[in-house]
């Protein structure tokens, strides 16, 4: 699926993170500091620019927190996050020349997420409950073109860094950020 990674985490059932994941959202989270998401996602873009990406492509804690309340496991969250957040990084990209000043960023980030997406590489949809399996169908599906929204680049990695913090923060044991 993203960055040919067929799926997510093998640790099924397991609500703890793999040591693997906590290292790597522990890169992702100091290559999303508030400085560099400010410099290369808003100060070198135009003014109220926006990237339009589908409705399922904007992760907010807000429905992690719902997702919760429904009793969805940790790590299919953390699945959904994954699938979510290097689609938001994909949609970033799409629209950068090679020479825009945040290409080499989104590169990094995009390295990130790849190396993240092999140690999910064993975890399978049908290994998640039914709800998030179906989001992240609709987030790789060409068909919901229809169902977009326009979304400034700095919220979409906004979006990733609380909600990366969320999932990983406690079981990564990461403290206070």
């Given amino acids: 699926l993203v ?99 945040s290409w080499k960023y989104t590169q990094e980030l995009c390295r990130l997420f790849d190396a993240l997406g092999k140690e999910y590489s064993e975890y399978r949809q049908t290994d998640v409950e039914a709800v998030v399996a179906d989001l992240v169908k609709l987030v790789h599906s060409k068909g919901a073109e229809s169902r977009r929204k326009a979304v400034r680049p700095k919220a979409l990695l906004d979006n990733c860094l609380k909600v990366m913090r969320m999932l990983y923060g406690a079981p990564c044991e990461w403290g206070r950020w």
């Avoid at 959202?25 to 339009?52: A, C, G, S, W």
């Avoid at 994954?82 to 090679?98: D, G, K, M, Y």
Wanted: net charge neutral; with cysteine; glycine share 6%.
């Fill in 3 to 101: 960055f040919g990674c067929p799926g997510v985490l093998a640790v099924l059932g397991l609500e703890a993170a793999a040591p693997g994941e906590c290292e790597l959202t522990r890169l992702l989270q100091d290559k999303l500091q508030y400085e560099m998401r400010l410099q290369y996602m808003k100060h070198y873009f135009p003014i109220d620019y926006t990237v339009h990406v589908q409705y399922e492509e904007v992760l907010r804690p807000s429905n992690i927190t719902r997702l919760r309340n429904g009793t969805v496991s940790e790590a299919a969250l953390r699945y959904l996050w994954f699938h979510v957040s290097s689609q938001a990084v994909l949609r970033i990209r799409e629209v950068l020349p090679e020479k825009h000043p």
